[in-house]
């Protein structure tokens, strides 16, 4: 099984420059989420959606727009990219809010 | 706001002793709590959960939690230390108004010593 594939894995962008991350899952998981990670502060979500047709701020949202396309796809889009945007940004899916939400391997983007 | 605090940024343990992790968390109503593991460079992995009954749960490569509602903590345990349990764990909670949101901590990272 595929799970949670998210492309692409490494990235480089430049200061303005836009992005889009792609996410998606086969597991017919309701609800998906977009982290980013960055040394010494764990994982911060940016957007989740709840289910299909749903989009809501996480913790960090400013600089980013999500599309829950499908129920199957979860983008997170980089309008105008930023130094500060220089992350692991980690896609994720659970089925319900008492189960286990499965990961994607990450995308590593810099900006220059 | 619900948070999760890890107040270690890294555990030293040798090979055989026994391992805690700390967690604790914030949140109004009853907490969904969570362990996850990160090897480098890939993605997080599911522990453990706890949603309700036992306090004392149990869950991958021999790792358990137990559950404290009042000391509002999560910690993360195994009786005997592996090389290769070194790794970073997160601690993660549901949000606190079923919002599905799903709050992590910093990370602690393990190091297991031969």
């Known amino acids: 099984n595929a799970g949670v594939t998210q492309t692409p894995k490494f990235q480089v962008l430049k200061t303005g420059q836009s992005m889009t991350l792609q996410c998606a899952q086969d597991m017919n998981h309701n609800s998906m989420y977009w982290y980013r990670q960055d040394p010494g502060m764990g994982l911060r979500l940016i957007y989740y959606?709840?289910?299909?047709?749903?989009?809501d701020k996480g913790e960090v949202p400013n600089g980013y727009n999500v599309s829950r396309l499908n129920k199957r796809e979860f983008s997170l889009r980089l309008e105008s990219a930023a130094p500060s945007q220089t992350s692991v940004y980690f896609c994720?899916?659970?089925?319900?809010?008492?189960?286990?939400?499965?990961f994607g391997q990450g995308t590593r983007l810099t900006v220059v | 706001a619900q948070s999760v605090a890890q107040p270690e940024d890294q555990v030293n343990v040798a090979e055989g002793n026994p391992l805690t992790v700390k967690c604790t968390y914030s949140?109004?109503?009853?907490?969904?709590l969570f362990w996850y593991v990160q090897y480098p460079n890939r993605g997080l992995q599911f522990l453990l959960k706890y949603i309700t009954g036992d306090n004392l749960v149990k869950g991958s490569y021999g790792f358990e939690a137990e559950f404290n509602k009042s000391q509002t903590s999560f910690h993360l345990k195994k009786p005997s230390a592996l090389v290769s349990d070194s790794a970073l764990y997160f601690c993660?909670?549901?949000?606190?108004?079923?919002?599905?949101?799903?709050?992590f901590g910093s990370g602690t990272r393990l190091l297991v010593r031969p």
């Open positions: 959606s709840a289910s299909e047709g749903t989009t």
């Open positions: 993660a909670v549901r949000g606190e108004d079923s919002s599905y949101k799903l709050i």
């Open positions: 994720a899916s659970r089925k319900k809010d008492n189960t286990e939400a499965f």
């Open positions: 949140v109004s109503g009853n907490p969904y």
